[in-house]
């Protein structure tokens, strides 16, 4: 990455969105890369019990649910996106199960559904972009580092693991703010990123 004099953290991080959404494949991996992706996750995981959550893609992100299906980690904590900057809201859902449309035209699952409660969580992110320091470059709006830095407030176990395409890995270090939250993990449909692997 070019730091592009002038421009603030906040601008530095807009000039690059663009570009990394554009690039990011038209197709989903394929079977054999979500079992790869499957098994990579399996390994990171926490000794149960501990409660999933995952998303919807939009904009072309890489889909978590087959993964989710694999883990048999039904139901699974899906977001609800507050109309002010805040945490986000999980509630558990399961295929099958009610949905709304929310704030950006996501689908989430309605208020009444039941609350994430665990005391031990695995949080399956989507990103923009990352880097080999595994920060995560959003789409600008805080919700997730809002989200991690609650719940480890809450005093909760939280395993932070970001889904990618190998194409959302910068190769220089992202502008960073204080309030980006570093990931545990970025698995991508080839490779595992984590501080043992980082290349």
Same mark, same amino acid.
């Given at each position: 990455?070019?730091?592009?004099?002038?421009?603030?953290?906040?601008?530095?991080?807009?000039?690059?969105?663009?570009?990394?959404?554009?690039?990011?494949?038209?197709?989903?991996?394929?079977?054999?890369?979500?079992?790869?992706?499957?098994?990579?996750?399996?390994?990171?995981? =926490?000794?149960?019990?501990?409660?999933?959550?995952?998303?919807?893609?939009?904009?072309?992100?890489?889909? =978590?649910?087959?993964?989710?299906?694999?883990?048999?980690?039904?139901?699974?904590?899906? =977001?609800?996106?507050?109309?002010?900057?805040?945490? /986000?809201?999980?509630?558990?859902?399961?295929?099958?199960?009610?949905?709304?449309?929310?704030?950006?035209?996501?689908?989430?699952?309605?208020?009444?559904?039941?609350?994430?409660?665990?005391?031990?969580?695995?949080?399956?992110?989507?990103?923009?972009?990352?880097?080999?320091?595994?920060?995560?470059?959003?789409?600008?709006?805080?919700?997730?580092?809002?989200?991690?830095?609650?719940?480890?407030?809450?005093?909760?176990?939280?395993?932070?693991?970001?889904?990618?395409?190998?194409?959302?890995?910068?190769?220089?270090? /992202?502008?960073?703010?204080?309030?980006?939250?570093?990931?545990?993990?970025?698995?991508? =449909?080839?490779?595992?990123?984590?501080?043992?692997?980082?290349?």
């Amino acid at each position: 990455m070019v730091q592009r004099v002038g421009l603030s953290l906040t601008e530095q991080k807009a000039a690059l969105r663009g570009a990394l959404i554009t690039g990011r494949p038209s197709q989903q991996p394929s079977a054999r890369q979500y079992d790869f992706m499957a098994k990579a996750i399996r390994a990171l995981l =926490p000794t149960p019990p501990f409660q999933l959550t995952a998303y919807l893609p939009i904009r072309r992100e890489l889909d =978590p649910l087959p993964i989710v299906e694999q883990l048999a980690a039904f139901p699974v904590g899906l =977001p609800r996106t507050p109309h002010a900057p805040g945490p /986000l809201d999980f509630r558990l859902w399961s295929p099958g199960d009610a949905l709304e449309e929310g704030l950006f035209k996501t689908q989430e699952p309605p208020k009444t559904a039941l609350e994430l409660t665990g005391s031990t969580l695995v949080i399956l992110l989507p990103l923009v972009g990352f880097d080999q320091g595994l920060f995560r470059l959003g789409y600008g709006g805080g919700f997730y580092d809002r989200t991690l830095d609650l719940f480890r407030t809450q005093g909760r176990d939280v395993t932070a693991l970001g889904l990618a395409y190998d194409s959302q890995r910068v190769t220089e270090p /992202l502008p960073v703010e204080p309030t980006d939250e570093v990931l545990h993990a970025v698995i991508t =449909p080839t490779t595992v990123y984590d501080p043992l692997h980082l290349t």
